[in-house]
C-alpha cells in the first residue's frame, strides 16, 4: 500500500497511509485527513490508551441568531454539523463510536463532550455498544454565551461522558495527579473552566478559525488524569488540535483525524509552536499504578543477600533475611510486614520499618524496592518503544 502524505508537514491521507507490510502502523503524532469512520476503521484494532471525542453537536439551528445590538451571533451552522434527521445523527454515532470502540484498547477509556443537543443520545448508544460509563462531568462554562433572546436560561454547560471500553477492566485513573491540582481535595465532576479565549482563540483574519474550539485546561484534566506519559490519545474531530497541543505538552502521543483542510493547517501550526514539559515534571507518583513488588524480589535480584541483617526501625531489634524473603526476629517467622506487626503489636508496613545497612549507614528498604521499581519501569519503557518502533 503506498504512503498517501500530503505536502503539509504530519498531515496525512489516514486511510492506506501507515501500513507496513500490510499489517497497520500506528501514525503517531500526525494528523490524519478523512471520514473518522474510514480512517478509524484503517487504524490496528486495540492501540490506542484514550479517545477524547468532540463530535458533531447536530444543533439543528433554523435561523440567524442576532444580539441586542443586530450584530450576528458566530454560531455552529457549518455543513458538518448538519443531520437530517435525529435516525440519521444515531446512525453515524453508531457508526464512529463502534469503529472507535476497535482501536481502543480493552484497558482504553474513552470521553465524549456534547451539549443538550445530543449528549443524551450520544450517551444511550455508548450504552447500546457496551462502553460502561464511569462518570458524567459537567463543564461549566465562568463566561457563557447569554440567551439573546431571554426566552430560555442561559446554557452554561456541556458535560462529559467519561466511560471505559471493557465493564470491569483495569483502567488509567490519576487520582492523586487529580487530587493535587485541585489543593489536594478529592476532584468533583463539576469542572469550572472558562471558554477559550484571547490569546489562546485561534483566529484567522480576525475571526474565530473554528467555532467550536475547546479550552485547553478542559483538556489537561482529561489527559492527566486518564493517560500517562508515552500514552497514545486519538481525537476523531480533532478541529483546531486542542487534544493534539495538550497531548504534546504533556508528553502524550497523539493521533488526530479531520476532514477540514483549513482546520488541519490550522492544527498543526498550533501543535508545532508547542514544547513539551520536560519528562522530570510530568513523572507523577500515583501509588496504584506503581510496580508491586514482593520483598523477595530484593533477595532473588541480589539487592539484599539471605543472612542479611534488617534493624527494625523502633527500638534495637534485629532480623536475620532468609532465603525465601521472610525474615527471622528471635522465634517469629514470616513476611517483613508480619514480623513488623508481631514486634509493634499494631498494623504496621515493613516498608517503612526496616532498615539495611549500606557502607556502615542505615537505610530503609524502602529505598531498595523504589531502585528495583524504576528498573523494571525502564525496562518496560524501552520494551514499549521497541513495540511501538516495530
Ligand atoms: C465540535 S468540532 C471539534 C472541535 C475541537 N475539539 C477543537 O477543540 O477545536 C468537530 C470537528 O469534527 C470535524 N468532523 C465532523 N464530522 C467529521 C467526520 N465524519 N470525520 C472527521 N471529522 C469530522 C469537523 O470538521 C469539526 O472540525
Redesign the pocket.
Known amino acids: 500500500m503506498s504512503a498517501n502524505c500530503s505536502r503539509l508537514k504530519g498531515m496525512c491521507n489516514g486511510v492506506g497511509d501507515g501500513y507496513n507490510l500490510g499489517v497497520p502502523t500506528l501514525p503517531l503524532n500526525r494528523i490524519l485527513q478523512?471520514?473518522?469512520?474510514d480512517v478509524l476503521n484503517s487504524l490496528p484494532e486495540k492501540s490506542v490508551d484514550l479517545i477524547f471525542a468532540?463530535?458533531?453537536?447536530n444543533l439543528q439551528l433554523q435561523n440567524d441568531l442576532f444580539r441586542p445590538d443586530l450584530s450576528k451571533v458566530d454560531a455552529v451552522d457549518d455543513n458538518?454539523d448538519k443531520f437530517s434527521s435525529f435516525e440519521k445523527y444515531d446512525e453515524f454515532t453508531s457508526n464512529w463510536l463502534r469503529a472507535a470502540k476497535r482501536v481502543l484498547k480493552d484497558t482504553g477509556t474513552i470521553w465524549v463532550i456534547g451539549s443538550y443537543h445530543n449528549i443524551y443520545r450520544v450517551g444511550a448508544v455508548m450504552q447500546d455498544l457496551g462502553y460502561w460509563i464511569l462518570n458524567d462531568v459537567v463543564w461549566l462554562k465562568t463566561n457563557p454565551m447569554p440567551n439573546f433572546r431571554g426566552v430560555r436560561f442561559t446554557n452554561a454547560h456541556e458535560t462529559l461522558l467519561w466511560a471505559q471500553k471493557e465493564q470491569g477492566a483495569k483502567y488509567t485513573f490519576n487520582h492523586k495527579a487529580m487530587k493535587a491540582l485541585n489543593d489536594d481535595l478529592q476532584m468533583r465532576s463539576d469542572w469550572v473552566i472558562p471558554l477559550a479565549t484571547g490569546k489562546e482563540r485561534l483566529k484567522t483574519n480576525g475571526t474565530k478559525t473554528?467555532p467550536?474550539?475547546?479550552p485547553e485546561a478542559l483538556l489537561y484534566r482529561v489527559i492527566l488524569s486518564t493517560t500517562n506519559p508515552g500514552d497514545v490519545v486519538l481525537d476523531?474531530?480533532?478541529?483546531?488540535?486542542?487534544?493534539g497541543a495538550v497531548a504534546k505538552k504533556l508528553g502524550r502521543n497523539f493521533i488526530g483525524?479531520?476532514?477540514?483542510t483549513k482546520?488541519i493547517k490550522a492544527a498543526q501550526k498550533r501543535i508545532d509552536a508547542i514544547k513539551s514539559a520536560p519528562a522530570e515534571a510530568l513523572d507523577l507518583p500515583e501509588k496504584r499504578n506503581q510496580e508491586r513488588v514482593p520483598f523477595g524480589a530484593l533477595v532473588e535480584n541480589g539487592y539484599l543477600k539471605p543472612g542479611q541483617k534488617l534493624q527494625y526501625a523502633k527500638g534495637k531489634r534485629e532480623a536475620t533475611i532468609l532465603a525465601n524473603g521472610h525474615i527471622k526476629c528471635g522465634k517469629l517467622i514470616g513476611s517483613i510486614h508480619m514480623v513488623a506487626r508481631e514486634l509493634t503489636n499494631a498494623p504496621a508496613n515493613g516498608w517503612e520499618m526496616w532498615l539495611y545497612s549500606e557502607r556502615g549507614k542505615l537505610k530503609p528498604i524502602n529505598e531498595l524496592r523504589e531502585k528495583i521499581r524504576k528498573a523494571i519501569t525502564a525496562k518496560s519503557a524501552k520494551n514499549a518503544k521497541k513495540k511501538s518502533l516495530s
Do not use: A, V
Open positions: 478523512g471520514n473518522c469512520i468532540d463530535p458533531p453537536y458538518w473554528h467550536t474550539q475547546k476523531p474531530f480533532f478541529g483546531s488540535g486542542t487534544t483525524i479531520e476532514r477540514e482546520y
